[in-house]
Structure formats: C-alpha cells, structure tokens
C-alpha cells in the first residue's frame, strides 16, 4: 500500500514547551488537545514526530482524511 497513512493526536498540552517543540507541534496541524490530523507516511513528518513523541499519540493505517 503505497499511499500508507499516518493519524497523530496531541495528548498534551503545548504550555512550557521549547519554540521549537511548539512549532513543531502546529506544524502538524494540531492546536487543541485531542485534535487529530492525518499525514502522509514519509520521513520528514516522522522526524517531526519524533521530535514530540512525548506529546502525540501515533496511529498507523489511517484511512480517512481528519
């Protein structure tokens, strides 16, 4: 399945976080706690990922656009 999708809902708040983990975060599309956006599977949204891993919760195989 090449079009693999990726479901990302933020668990946690954004207050006290660095700039850059902020930005990261709303870069994602996500600004309210569990707010889910649905990506593409490539490696640069996985790096961003895994940058905030501690503040969203990742769902593999997605099949709707949120």
Same mark, same amino acid.
């Given at each position: ?24 975060? =709303?870069?994602?599309? +996500?600004?309210?706690? $569990?707010?889910? *956006?649905? %990506? ?10 895994? =940058?905030?891993?501690? +503040?969203?919760?990742? $769902?593999?195989? *997605?099949? %709707?656009?949120?």
């Amino acid at each position: 399945m090449p079009d693999k999708k990726l479901e990302v809902t933020l668990l946690r708040s954004l207050i006290g976080l660095s700039p850059k983990q902020e930005a990261t975060v =709303r870069a994602l599309g +996500l600004r309210k706690i $569990r707010q889910r *956006a649905v %990506h593409a599977d490539t490696p640069a949204i996985r790096g961003m990922i895994a =940058r905030v891993v501690h +503040l969203v919760q990742v $769902r593999e195989g *997605a099949e %709707h656009e949120a």
